[in-house]
């Protein structure tokens, strides 16, 4: 090869390595790293940045703390930033606070954790480019109608809920859907929760002929009927959403108690990817997971945008995402399109996922 050849094809290579530079992703994220919430932000800024060094994206993390004027700030720096996507915000102040600033500098955003309805419901009227990557706040009482529907069908089954604006909700959207699917509770009524015994409750249930009870509360309100029930002989099986992941006190559950709730994120997740959480001698739990599938998301979209060059917003929408908790895809308001939720039994030890017919 001839000195200028050699010298042009130099330049060449340099140019494309700098272009490669240039186009690196940078991903935003937005997390709460002071204040009360700091230990879930914590593990948002471990997952993104695991998935960042495993992925070659650079990141700019900005405590967001929960709060709207920590939201606008945080936008406001990812907008002078340039990022390209932002990932994060756990709370409704922050991110409502930021999505305006982001929409008009035309930054998308995955959120991590926040179930408001109306995040997404208002997209028309918003425009925010806003994807949710967890469930939506009435994603947990849909579920539990949806599930309990089809599994109690042909059983004698009962609803009682503990009197907050939590259980009533659940309770009343199952109730609805067992009314529209020609189904009737032989027992509908309200507890008095945080009690050293519900043998007032166990007693009405069995007196209705219940064998299933679902029973919109707490942990502990649900462990001590199960053990009511068993002192009883009752023979009830009790069901409630996902509190149930909380350990309850000195009583345990009911062996066949049954949860209708996300998976815990590790037991599904990819174990190349626990393998390399495990290495960093990081803990896969809470938020660390679908912080780092959303980066992966961050970086899929950004590839199919460029290669199809459409905005990065409709690279979002309407596509499957392989992650390390799993398939994702966002539907045309930016909610996930499948649930995430499943029914668990407790058999004695942990829930496992139920398996149905």
Not at 80 to 96: D, H, Q, R, S, Y
Not at 296 to 317: N, Q
Not at 328 to 341: E, M, T, V
């Given at each position: ?7 042009i ?43 960042a ?25 990812f907008?002078a ?17 930021a999505?305006?600033i982001?929409?008009d ?13 109306s995040?997404?419901?208002?997209r ?18 849909n579920a ?8 109690w ?14 259980g ?32 007032g ?36 099986v ?62 899929a ?46 058999d ?10």
């Amino acid at each position: 090869m001839r000195p200028r050849t050699r010298t042009i094809a130099a330049l060449f290579w340099l140019f494309l390595a700098s272009a490669a530079d240039a186009q690196t992703l940078l991903v935003g994220v937005a997390a709460p790293l002071s204040g009360p919430s700091a230990i879930l932000g914590k593990q948002i800024e471990a997952g993104t940045g695991l998935a960042a060094e495993a992925n070659g994206i650079e990141l700019k993390t900005v405590d967001d703390a929960c709060t709207a004027d920590g939201g606008a700030t945080a936008a406001r720096e990812f907008a002078a930033a340039k990022v390209n996507v932002v990932v994060g915000f756990l709370c409704t102040e922050a991110i409502e606070a930021a999505m305006p600033i982001l929409k008009d500098a035309g930054i998308p955003v995955i959120t991590i954790g926040v179930r408001t309805e109306s995040l997404t419901d208002r997209r028309a009227k918003t425009g925010w480019p806003v994807y949710r990557l967890g469930p939506r706040g009435d994603d947990e009482r849909n579920a539990i109608a949806s599930a309990l529907t089809h599994l109690w069908q042909n059983e004698l089954f009962a609803i009682i809920d503990d009197g907050t604006i939590y259980g009533r909700e659940i309770a009343e959207t199952l109730r609805a859907a067992a009314e529209q699917a020609a189904l009737k509770p032989v027992f509908v009524d309200t507890f008095r929760p945080q009690l050293d015994n519900q043998i007032g409750m166990i007693g009405r249930l069995k007196k209705a002929g219940a064998t299933h009870v679902f029973a919109g509360g707490d942990g502990d309100d649900i462990a001590i009927m199960g053990r009511d029930a068993a002192q009883l002989q009752a023979g009830i099986v009790f069901a409630g959403g996902e509190n149930l992941r909380t350990p309850p006190g000195d009583v345990p559950y009911a062996v066949g108690t049954l949860m209708i709730a996300p998976p815990e994120w590790a037991d599904v997740a990819d174990p190349k990817v626990l393998a390399a959480f495990d290495a960093k001698k990081i803990v896969p739990d809470g938020y660390a997971l679908p912080a780092f599938a959303a980066v992966e998301i961050a970086k899929a979209a950004s590839g199919l945008s460029e290669s199809s060059g459409k905005p990065l917003t409709e690279a979002l929408t309407g596509q499957d995402f392989t992650t390390a908790i799993g398939p994702i895809r966002f539907d045309a308001k930016g909610d996930l399109s499948q649930s995430p939720y499943r029914v668990f039994r407790f058999d004695g030890t942990r829930f496992a996922p139920l398996e149905r017919n």
